[in-house]
């Protein structure tokens, strides 16, 4: 690939960058559209019509369509991606996620995160960092938490490569 | 006049509801999904997860894989769709997943399969019209590679009377 790979990401987010306790505000926020929601709900076989059928919806308590929690997670983590994990080698765990607010179409979820721990990894280049994530929608409800281990690269290996 | 085939349509089922989970029962779920370089593609885009691994071939050769890998979440949720009709579809709110681990990576082309068991089920304080259902949900790869794993907990409805 022509140039350096280090220029294709940004400089801010090695694993030196974490620090246990700091809390970070995701700069954008997404609105949850119906394409997100029901395109992405029925690309991954989920079969469940109470997020796609608009019409038995209509007359359920919620009045409306739900959308899928697998997306909700992956929108705020999505959200939280390019600062915590754009320099990841490996995804490696979630854990304790929680859907607490149901998301509909046209909502607009925020996303935070809070470094919980750093630790070394199995390889010198690279160390485990582990996030509190919570998403937010625009009326200032948590709609989603989790914990997520990520394995990091180290700037001091990967900062100029 | 052409026959209305609703008056004597009889509903085609689909999904289990509470009574029907038993702990240490063996789902192996339906269908299987290929997950092809435009799912990864659009899926990270769509859902802003940008690392380039998931949508830079070049970069994610130099990364030592063979061409992009497929965003970990989209396993996630490809494996947790093909479950759902087995598991949730009949109704009840998606509660949490914990302890969720992915074990290896995937790349396009690749064909995800989904097995889970029951691993618990008790009443609901709260909504006596469903119970509390976890499941142990795990997705394959073509090799028999497990790929992930992770424990999943759901409202599902309860059977009413007559149905």
Redesign the interface.
Known sequence: ?PGE?FA??GSDNYFEDFQPGAVYEHA?G?TVTEM?GV???N????????HFNEDIMSRSPQGQRIV????T???V???A??DT???????????????RT?VFHGDTLYAYSKVLDVADADRPDAGVVSFLHQGYNQDGKLVFE?ERRVLVKRRSHWGER | MSEDLREAAVRWPKGHQYEDFEPGQVFEHHWGRTVNEGDNSLFSSLTLSYNPLYFNAEFAREHGHDGLVVNPTLVFVTVFGLSVEDLSEAGGLFLGVDDLSFESPVHPGDTLTARSTVVDKRESDSRPESGIVTWHTEGFRQDGTRVIQFRRTNLVARRREGT
């Open positions: 690939m790979l294709l990401t954008r997404k997100d395109l992405i709900c690309m991954v076989m989920n079969t469940a019509q109470g899928f929690g697998g997306v997670i992956a929108m983590i999505g959200l991606m390019q994990g754009e320099q990841a080698l490996a995804e490696l765990a979630l854990d304790q996620v929680r859907l149901p989790g």
